[in-house]
């Protein structure tokens, strides 16, 4: 890449290191961030760091967030007696998209794989426990994907709730084997919702 400036091959390095932006993809935005006003840039710069340095983790449900406690844990309108167990904050998106779930949720950033060492530690978990020590929840909905690695933390989930007395319930099949959810449409993912079956 000799035959660009050391700024513009940083730049397109930086944007190469991104997820899912190959080569020409990283070339096309530096390239692009360079035709503009330097405003555009310094308004896309600031962005990234303020996201970075301000977003945290929502202090009951994990999520990310600009305060403590995010809007929906914050929401009195919300039915706290439920709780649906995701991998992501994007898979948490999808479900709020659909406009139709009323409880609130839970994020675990990640999954157990025992092939990549994830282990139960390593996702959040305990702050999942912690929430149900409280007594008020009544069921938790495991909506993990349906890779190898979400059916296995669905599986621990489970025999790790049973015992206080929770009902724990799974999305039904519908969402494609190995599927992300988000990239699954509205409707399958409410079907999935209504068609929970109880985890044993
Ligand atoms: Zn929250």
């Known amino acids: 890449m000799d035959y660009f400036s050391g700024y513009i091959s940083d730049l397109v390095e930086q944007f190469a290191s991104l997820p899912g932006i ?12 360079i035709s503009q006003p330097e405003e555009k840039a310094k308004k896309l710069a600031g962005s990234i760091l303020a996201a970075r ?22 929401n009195p309108k919300r039915d706290k007696k439920t709780i649906m167990v995701v991998e992501t904050p994007r898979d948490l998106a999808a479900y709020e998209k659909t406009g139709k779930y009323e409880g609130v949720y839970h994020v675990l950033h990640g999954a ?23 007594g008020e929840v009544e069921e938790v909905i495991v909506a993990t994907n349906s890779s190898l690695e979400g059916e296995t933390t669905a599986m621990y989930i489970s025999k790790l709730i049973r015992p206080a007395g929770i009902k724990v319930t799974r999305i039904a099949s519908g969402v494609p084997v190995g599927g992300d959810l988000e990239n699954i449409d509205e409707v399958t993912l ?4 209504d068609g929970r079956v109880a985890l044993c």
Do not use: H, N
């Open 190 to 193: 409410l079907r999935a919702l």
């Open 22 to 33: 190959g080569t020409k993809s990283a070339q096309r935005l530096a390239f692009y961030i």
């Open 112 to 134: 157990i794989s025992p092939m990549l060492g994830i282990g139960p530690d390593d996702i959040r978990l305990k702050e999942l426990m912690a929430r149900l020590s409280s």
């Open 53 to 74: 340095s301000k977003v945290r983790y929502c202090k009951c449900c994990c999520t990310l967030t600009d305060s403590e406690i995010c809007p929906i844990c914050a």
